[in-house]
């Protein structure tokens, strides 16, 4: 016979999901003690990206959300096998990385679909990259016929130091005006800007987004929300040419040689 939801189930459209935070990770005791730190350096001019909360609550409020289902969600308290909590284990970069793809990438590729919109996430060899580039960066914002849109770089939350070199770097080579660093648990995003009119490059950055983060109006966005605005933006403006010192250049290696 067929199955029934259990009662109380709930069907989620695009704007209930992007305000669902995202579980905790489930950690092993034999997990990496350190991470791939690559001898690059980040020397341009960094500022805070002005009202990023605000520009996020303002697009979610704004938006004119379709109704279609996206999901399902049972009713909680759930059994402690249901799939509604994390039931795999990390312990490395790669499985992070894994977790990410599937509670980001899978929802946020849903949830813009369902909005008409043409935007996914994906490797970056599922990208259409017109130079040839031999670097592999983590992650990508692109759209369904692989242009990229968004660069993006994935740490594990227990490895330190993270730092904004890596990005940037990709953010410059790519010619793409957004990008962000995750460690799942913690997420920056950034943004290009020449508003300054001196002739450089300014990164911006912003706060940084807590995976577990709900909404609270004037105060937090959820990861989700974040990463709907942020694609928005980048698909009605994705390029940028970086305008980089020609002193310090804009990422360095060990060195002080400009890359």
């Known amino acids: 016979m067929p199955f029934s939801p259990p009662s109380g189930t709930l069907a989620l459209d695009g ?3 992007v305000l669902q935070p995202l579980p905790d990770l489930q950690v092993g005791p034999g997990s990496t003690k350190s991470g791939a730190i690559h001898d690059v350096f980040f020397v341009g001019q960094l500022a805070p990206w002005p009202n990023f909360i605000n520009d996020v609550e303002n ?3 704004l938006f004119p959300w379709a109704t279609s289902v996206v999901d399902v969600h049972e009713p909680l308290p759930a059994l402690p096998h249901s ?3 994390e039931q795999t284990y990390v312990g490395d970069e790669h499985s992070v990385q894994g977790r990410f793809t599937q509670l980001i990438g899978q929802a946020m590729g849903g949830i813009f679909l ?3 919109l043409d935007i996914r996430l994906g490797d970056f060899k599922s990208c259409t990259v017109e130079k040839e580039y031999q670097k592999v960066p983590d992650t990508m914002m692109r759209n369904a016929a692989g242009a990229p849109l968004v660069v993006g770089e994935e740490k594990t939350p227990w490895a330190r130091p993270h730092d904004i070199r890596q990005p940037a770097m990709y953010m410059r080579d790519l010619e793409l005006k957004f990008g962000f660093i995750s460690t799942y648990e913690q997420t920056v995003f950034f943004c290009q800007d020449d508003s300054v009119g001196n002739n450089q490059t300014v990164l911006l950055y ?3 987004i ?3 983060w709900g909404y609270i109006p004037g105060r937090t966005v959820t990861l989700k929300q974040a990463m709907f605005y942020l694609g928005l933006q ?3 403006a994705p390029h940028f040419t970086t305008s980089e010192s020609r002193t310090t250049g804009w990422v360095t290696n060990g060195d002080g040689e400009k890359l």
């Open 15 to 17: 704007r209930d999901l």
């Open 59 to 61: 697009c979610f409020r």
């Open 83 to 85: 799939l509604s909590y």
């Open 114 to 116: 369902s909005q008409g």
């Open 206 to 208: 912003s706060p940084v």
């Open 210 to 212: 807590e995976h577990n």
């Open 234 to 236: 980048a698909s009605a």
